[in-house]
């Protein structure tokens, strides 16, 4: 079969591509060739070697395919019909670049192209990419908005995918092709704004003792898992499939070997973090490191047990079955017993790291707990203001104005 071969020029600066064939395709035959510039127009010519059963392809399919150059000598060129220019879309271009993403997991992807026909290809998907504005980018936002989307939930669609086709589309192609796009409408572009989120963070110690003893109320099993979770800021796929081996008790400490993922909708234990920032070691209190060590000497003593915490059939917890079956009722009764704030499972996460922030830990140290990549990451997402703040300012303010002396003397 044809082949396309790189070849480069004397002086090393330059590539061309030469196609190269035996006639008819039988090995006795003499190999035939042409060179061409740019690695496309090879290809093309190519597939027309092949197509012409492993011979130059005549005259005429020189001249219509844009290989005039090529005719013999003397031979006319016929003029080509004027193909019709192929518009690119967005939606084809997003495919294209979903098929490119190196070593994906097949999650990954699934979830991209979820999000992908769900929110981004009804309204932009038919529009050819290099049309689309920063003003249709605007309102696409804004229309999510107004459909009920989170600010997280916006942010997320569009920085892990409409932002990432819309940079790889500024770029030149991988042959050297030129950019579909001259500057990305997302840039810049700020976020929509809709009703304040409600706070979903354990800000004192009285809220959290007050969590958790209705977490211990509703159900011990969840309740330790939960404990767990709050005092590592572990993700929910890291505490739910930690396995004993992980669990290093002289040193109280715990590891993320593995974690929990959802793959075509059913959920599997991976034996890696996604990242290698997941790779981490976090320590536990003395009273989380004794519940541990508890559980963990409990599974030494059953074979069939794999995780540190389990549902009651003794496999590791699904998320949707904890999350209606355990932390509803945990969460309704923490705020009938005054938590003033309807929690998620993902808000003790932020609670820890803004605890830690609170506290002065450093950031290198807040970064490797959260296990992210980026301290910008566990900054602008994960830690929050507080109210911890106002009692010393109180003070401070007092102190420095003396008023308390004198209200004290007014009266």
């Known amino acids: 079969m044809a082949s396309v071969e790189k070849r480069t020029t004397k002086d090393g600066k330059n590539s061309r591509w030469r196609v190269k064939w035996r006639e008819g395709g039988r090995r006795e035959n003499p190999w035939s060739s ?3 510039d740019y690695l496309a127009d090879a290809k093309r010519f190519r597939t027309l070697v092949e197509s012409a059963g492993e011979r130059m392809p005549t005259p005429e399919q020189l ?4 290989f005039a150059e090529l005719l013999p000598a003397g031979v ?3 003029p080509a019909p004027e193909p019709a220019e192929a ?3 967005f939606r084809a271009y ?8 190196v070593k994906p997991h097949p999650e990954t992807v699934r979830k991209y192209r979820e999000r992908l026909e769900k929110h981004v290809y009804p309204r932009i998907g038919d529009r050819p990419i290099v049309e689309i504005t920063r003003r249709e980018m605007r309102e696409w936002q804004q229309a999510l908005r107004d459909a009920g989307l989170s600010a997280k939930t916006i942010a997320n669609i569009r920085g892990e995918t409409v932002v990432p086709i819309f940079k790889a589309a500024c770029r030149p192609g991988e042959d050297g092709e030129p950019a579909v796009r001259t500057a990305n409408p997302m840039d810049g572009l700020p976020l929509p704004e809709g009703p304040r989120a409600e706070r979903d963070i354990l800000e004192s110690p009285d809220e959290a003792r007050l969590f958790l003893e209705a977490a211990y109320q509703v159900d011990p099993e969840a309740a330790d898992l939960l404990l767990c979770k709050l005092s590592t ?3 929910w796929g890291e505490v739910s499939a930690l396995p004993p081996r992980a669990v290093n008790v002289v040193r109280g400490t715990l590891s993320i070997v593995q974690v929990l993922r959802k793959v075509n909708r059913r959920w599997v234990v991976e034996p890696k973090p996604k990242t290698k920032q997941g790779y981490r070691e976090v320590p536990l209190t003395a009273a989380v490191a004794r519940m541990v060590a508890e559980r963990c000497a409990a599974a030494s003593r059953d074979p069939g047990r794999q995780f ?3 549902a009651p059939r003794g496999n590791h917890w699904r998320y949707e079955d904890f999350y209606t079956d355990r932390w509803v009722k945990i969460r309704d009764l923490a705020r009938e017993k005054g938590l003033p704030r309807r929690m998620t499972m993902h808000g003790l996460r932020h609670s820890l790291l803004t605890l830690l922030a609170t506290e002065g ?3 290198a140290a807040l970064r490797t707990m959260a296990g992210h990549a980026s301290v910008t990451t566990t900054m602008n997402v994960y830690v929050h203001a507080t109210r911890r703040h106002h009692e010393p300012v109180r003070q401070i303010v007092g102190d420095f104005l003396g008023v308390d002396e004198l209200a004290a003397a007014g009266r």
Do not use: C, I, N
């Open 34 to 36: 042409r060179t061409f």
């Open 63 to 66: 001249a219509e395919h844009g």
């Open 76 to 78: 006319p060129a016929a």
């Open 87 to 89: 518009v690119l879309t």
């Open 94 to 101: 997003a495919e294209e670049w979903l098929g490119q993403l």
């Open 233 to 235: 800021g572990l993700r």
């Open 308 to 310: 540190v915490f389990v």
């Open 361 to 363: 830990v450093d950031l």
